[in-house]
């Protein structure tokens, strides 16, 4: 695996099971500093898995993960591998934002507030940290709804909120687990209007989607797991138009 000085992310040989399910097999990914690479794959392939595990919200049963130079979850002493504290884990998911399939808002919160309580109460950022959130409603489109609660918002709106609030914690990577899937149709454009205007600001992005579209518009590269193993990995136009794998090919032709 080629890791350069531009590499956001490296992923290397990760395994990781659960109970006797061998979820993740050897995953090899590396993501360059501002790219997007949308990965592909059917239920139960281990694409969730391996976002929980770049965060160490599931730790690996083996192999490398990295974000920006650093190991996640673990250290090495006495060429021993070790698991970090809770405390440095916490410290480095700070630089790891993720949006989930649900959407997490605190309910007794307005969608300003939501936006507003990492920055003011990880980071400790007060005046400045209310600007930030306001302008960053403005870039996922919700100005007009910022002292709404979640009750009062659309699943699109709520969603937009959630990812203007990952990156209002200013995070090196953000990392996307199916944000459209939990929406009705008509609301998942919006959503995915919202991951455009991200991408163009140059936000390197990990996104699980089965949404081909998207990611033959707006990714750079694309992955295909299957089984818990990355079956393809190249251009997003290429592995999405001309798979070189049959695997691949059937499920595009499933999902389209």
């Known amino acids: 695996m080629t890791v350069t000085a531009t590499t956001m992310l490296k992923v290397e040989g990760v395994n990781k099971w ?11 990914i590396t993501v360059r500093k501002g790219e997007i690479v949308c990965v592909l794959g059917p239920s139960g392939s281990g694409k969730s898995t391996l ?18 130079g650093e190991r996640i979850g673990y250290e090495i002493r006495g060429g021993v591998l070790y698991e970090q504290p809770e405390r440095a884990i916490a410290k480095a998911r700070q ?6 399939q649900h959407f997490n808002l605190f309910g007794h919160m307005t969608a300003l507030e939501n936006v507003v309580y990492g920055p003011v109460k990880i980071l400790k950022r007060s005046h400045e940290a209310v600007e930030k959130a306001q302008s960053l409603l403005a870039l996922v489109g919700m100005s007009e709804r910022a002292s709404a609660y ?8 709520q969603q937009r909120v959630a990812i203007a609030r990952a990156l209002a914690m200013e995070p ?3 990392m996307f687990d199916e944000p459209t899937s939990a929406l009705d149709p008509e609301l998942v454009g919006e959503v995915l209007t919202t991951m455009r205007r991200v991408a163009e600001e140059g936000m390197t992005m990990l996104v699980v989607t089965h949404e081909i579209g998207f990611a033959r518009e707006v990714a750079d590269r694309a ?5 818990g193993r990355v079956v393809e990995d190249g251009p997003a136009r290429d592995v999405l138009d001309n798979p ?7 499920f595009l032709r499933r999902v389209r």
């Open 150 to 157: 979640p009750s009062q918002l659309s699943g699109g709106q």
């Open 18 to 28: 659960l109970g006797e399910n061998h979820v993740l097999r050897g995953v090899d």
């Open 223 to 227: 992955v295909f797991m299957d089984q």
């Open 95 to 100: 630089h790891i934002g993720m949006v989930f």
């Open 51 to 68: 976002l929980r595990c770049i965060n160490h919200l599931d730790p690996v049963d083996g192999g490398l993960i990295e974000v920006a």
């Open 172 to 174: 090196r990577l953000m």
């Open 244 to 250: 070189r794998h049959e695997r691949t090919a059937a």
